[in-house]
Nanobody, 116 residues
Framework: QVQLVESGGGLVQPGGSLRLSCAASGFTFSRYAMNWYRQAPGKERELVAAITSVGSITNYVDSVKGRFTISRDNAKNTLYLQMNSLKPEDTAVYYC?????????WGQGTQVTVSS
């Protein structure tokens, strides 16, 4: 059974940091490219960061460049998102996604709230 389980979300003050994790099981994690998406209330889901299957290439949406870092540990079947200098506009549910055409898997999401 394929599972992607996000964790690490929570309430943090502006300027703070969080590290999200996405634990994968039920498929060959090292063969899948991985993404982090987020969805704020009333907004469409947006791609935040992407990483290739071996972690050699990463990409970020402009709004998080220099603040967020995506990484993966294929030995632990886990994807990470280090989020620094958080802003209120980063508040959203964060989702991980695995894809290796034609397969696409989503996690259930973890809430990140940035507020004083």
């Amino acid at each position: 059974q394929v599972q992607l389980v996000e964790s690490g979300g929570g309430l943090v003050q502006p300027g703070g940091s969080l590290r999200l994790s996405c634990a994968a099981s039920g498929f060959t994690f090292s063969r899948y490219a991985m993404n982090w998406y987020r969805q704020a209330p009333g907004k469409e889901r947006e791609l935040v960061a992407a990483i290739t299957s071996v972690g050699s290439i990463t990409n970020y949406v402009d709004s998080v460049k220099g603040r967020f870092t995506i990484s993966r540990d294929n030995a632990k079947n886990t994807l990470y998102l280090q989020m620094n200098s958080l802003k209120p506009e980063d508040t959203a549910v964060y989702y991980c996604k695995a894809y290796n055409w034609p397969n696409v898997y989503w996690g259930q999401g973890t809430q990140v709230t940035v507020s004083s």
